[in-house]
């Protein structure tokens, strides 16, 4: 369906055919003319299925054609991370570019000019509040809120907020806000602990479960199996014989990123890095230089994997097979955005065999074993099944003297 099909204002779809957009996705085409109606949704989406417009646009539509005072803040939307309040916030300018439509992002870890940004927003009123639960809880208990005029309660990845222990945060920002309004849920998956927030919050909500904890079949999966110390030389090699021009490389720890970063500038590669021990501003920055095409490679944690909408990313390398399936699918879930292709590679040592196998189970799908160069040497056997760890007696294996002899 295109998007002129789905009825919404002539300055949103300026907008929206300014971005080059033309074609709705699945879950826009069937949630949007839901969420028209008014009617409460909850939907599981996996990345990469242009979820967060399939919010944005019917929220922006009936704000610019539907009374609301201005005073007053209209939409909330609550968001886990910085990283996707900011996200989300640069979507809805692009989307809203031909509209007087106001919206800020309210996440923690600025400094004092921004939280008095903040502040003046909250206070005079605007559109829509994109904030991480934290954050909006430090100005609620400063008593500058008036959440009065809020239509619209929306709760982005609600599982990975769950997840990162905001519940009574989200409850106690849902307990102060107006009992008529129109709710909306998205989440990756959909446990328990989700379904049971979202019976105290929607009223007799749409369901919508889009090919959840499945990667998009465009993107072409591929693995090798390797000694861990084969993992750098190899990486080198790829990114030195293959023509990607965007690439993010995911490692689960922050110190393999450092270390990894530090061996590709070495080897002359324009490349820099994203984790916790990086503020804010250093964070916004390296991903606006990824964004500018000033650097091609970024080497991330998993503080990425849900946190940025950049549609170009042609390569993905796990460089660290991911903790579970569902970081599996968020991590390659970075490229093949929209309408185009992408690949993913995955670095599989000794001690990992296991854990990815347990990714292929999920995933109903075998990946593809790719050839390692041969001037990297002989590699493991990929035999994950009947690979045995380990005792904990060889682990803890101490040099004894032998006895002398009678």
């Known amino acids: 369906m295109r998007f002129n099909e789905l009825d919404l204002d002539d300055r949103l779809l300026e907008g929206i055919d300014s971005l ?26 996996q990345t990469g299925t242009g979820k967060t417009a399939a919010f944005l646009l019917p929220v922006i539509h009936r704000l610019l054609t ?32 031909f509209t007087n439509i106001s919206c800020i992002a309210i996440y923690g870890g600025g400094d004092g000019p921004s939280f008095a940004n903040e502040k003046k927003a909250l206070i005079q009123g605007v559109d829509m509040v994109v904030c991480t639960p934290g954050r909006m809880i430090a100005h609620l208990n400063m ?7 809020i239509q619209y309660l929306i709760l982005d990845e609600a599982d990975r907020m769950l997840d990162m ?12 806000l107006p009992k008529q309004r129109q709710n909306l849920m998205f989440s990756a998956t959909m446990p328990h602990k989700i379904r049971e927030l979202a019976r105290n919050i929607l009223d007799q909500p749409f369901e919508l479960n889009i090919a959840i904890s499945k990667p998009p079949e465009k993107i072409t999966q591929e693995a090798f199996v390797v000694y861990e110390n084969q993992k750098v030389p190899l990486i080198r090699k790829i990114l030195k014989s293959r023509k990607f021009d965007s690439i993010i490389v995911f490692c689960s720890k922050k110190q393999n990123v450092k270390i990894l970063t530090t061996e590709l500038k070495r080897a002359g590669l324009l490349v820099d890095e994203i984790h916790s021990d990086l503020v804010q501003a250093q964070r916004e920055q390296t991903l606006l230089n990824f964004k500018n095409k000033k650097i091609n490679i970024l080497i991330a944690t998993d503080i990425l994997s849900r946190g940025i909408d950049i549609e170009d990313i042609d390569l993905v390398i796990n460089y660290d097979v991911p903790h579970d399936g569902e970081d599996y699918v968020h991590r390659i879930g970075r490229t093949a955005r929209a309408a185009t292709d992408g690949t993913a590679y995955t670095f599989i040592t000794e001690r990992e065999q296991r854990k990815f196998h347990a990714i292929e189970v999920l995933l109903e799908k075998e990946i593809t074993q790719a050839k390692v160069p041969e001037e990297l040497g002989p590699v493991p056997e990929y035999n994950p099944i009947n690979r045995k760890k380990p005792s904990k007696k060889k682990r803890n294996f101490k040099y004894r003297k032998p006895r002398k002899k009678d």
């Open 66 to 97: 539907a009374d609301h005072d201005e005073s007053k803040i209209n939409c909330i939307i609550i968001v886990p991370t910085r990283e996707l309040a900011t996200q989300i916030v640069m979507t809805m300018e692009g989307l809203s570019y």
């Open 20 to 45: 080059g957009f033309t074609e709705a996705t699945p879950i826009q085409e069937q949630v949007i003319p839901i969420i028209l109606n008014g009617r409460d949704v909850i939907a599981s989406a």
């Open 143 to 149: 008593g500058h809120v008036d959440f009065s005029g």
């Open 165 to 176: 222990g905001f519940s009574d945060d989200i409850n106690k920002i849902i307990s102060k």
